[in-house]
């Protein structure tokens, strides 16, 4: 579906159409054409209307990319990620948008799911300041809305952390070591959509493009911020769940190293018992305790329960028990 939006003179519209005339600087007219999933014969406006590189037209017709940042002839071609809708669950799934920023436009294609470009689409006509700055500015706001977006996923990430943490030591089953390892998966996702995310919003902070105006690097300045303390959980988030797991391991090889303790303890005790009802069960005559043959029972089982309570006394001293 194709979204066209345009201010001049200090009010913004909706249209259906571009004139061609708008794309001229000298128009003073700012237009935003948003591509949500758009279809073969929409995409055509990349290099039909706007005669986008085509290296740039073929990144933006692809499902996914990873953040990126380059510099064409008269316009910044920028792929940065947002949290899907579908993140509801404990995945977190990301969605690429596109960025063509040009002079006086703005083009943004995505997969139609985008609450970022949503939220500001219900609110262009009504606030004219959303798109009266021009198109570096509509940028910067949709990215900074982006990024707004991963802190309620990034603070469900941290709290399934925690609960993993008391699983590890109070219930250290199978389903836990499951479950650390499918967070260390999305952790690791994570990090991989945030890293080259911050590189990319650095250079826009840094004014590595004669586009961005100082005031508006000191606003992806602040995006910077917010994505290099993401960048920190991110790292932390690893770091914690390589503890959590050490922490796994070590409390199942403990509760291993009771079972195997307690068997030793039985088998040892059993040791002796063995060898005096092997010795006394043969079938050849034994020197026999006082007593008359039933009574030769009761030697035996006071023998094997002294034997048990002397080892037990022992390894008590020992405090092997």
């Known amino acids: 579906m194709v979204t066209i939006f ?5 009010q913004t519209e909706q249209v259906k159409s571009i004139d061609r ?10 237009i935003w054409v948003d591509l949500g999933a758009p279809t073969i014969p929409e995409l055509l406006i990349l ?17 996914l990319h990873y953040p990126k940042l380059e510099a064409y002839d008269g316009y910044l071609y920028a792929i940065l990620h947002g949290i899907a809708v579908e ?3 404990q995945d977190i799934l990301t969605h690429d948008v596109d960025f063509f920023v040009g002079p006086n436009y703005l083009v943004t294609v995505h997969n139609g799911r985008s609450r970022s470009i949503a939220e500001l689409q219900e609110n262009a006509v009504r606030n004219a300041k959303i798109m009266g700055e021009g198109p570096v500015a509509l940028f910067h706001r949709i990215v900074d809305i982006m990024v707004d977006h991963y802190g309620p996923e990034v603070q469900k990430l941290e709290d399934r952390l925690d609960d993993l943490e008391t699983e590890a030591f109070d219930n250290p089953t199978s389903d836990v070591i499951r479950s650390i390892l499918n967070e260390k998966r999305r952790v690791a996702g ?10 990319v919003i650095a250079r826009l ?9 100082t005031d508006m690097s000191f606003r992806f300045r602040d995006v910077y911020d917010h994505l290099q303390r993401l960048a920190d959980d991110a790292t932390m988030f690893q770091d914690r769940i390589t503890g959590i797991l050490d922490a796994y391991l070590t409390n199942v090889s403990n509760r291993l190293n009771e079972v195997m303790k307690v068997l030793t303890i039985v088998s040892t005790i059993f040791m002796p018992l063995t060898l005096v009802s092997g010795i006394y069960g043969m079938n050849v ?10 009574v030769q029972f009761w030697w035996l089982f006071a023998i094997m329960v002294g034997v048990v309570s002397s080892m037990l006394a022992f390894f008590r001293s020992k405090r092997w028990i």
Do not use: C, K, Y
């Open 6 to 10: 345009i201010n001049r003179n200090g």
């Open 47 to 63: 290099s039909e209307t706007f005669a986008f590189h085509p290296l740039s037209v073929e990144d933006a017709r692809a499902d």
């Open 190 to 199: 994570l990090r991989r959509i945030i890293m080259p995310q911050r590189d």
């Open 87 to 89: 993140s509801n669950q």
């Open 205 to 213: 902070a840094r004014r590595d493009f004669v586009d961005i105006s």
């Open 285 to 294: 005559h034994l020197p026999q305790f006082p007593g008359s043959d039933s």
């Open 21 to 30: 005339i708008w794309l001229n600087p000298a128009s003073n007219t700012f």
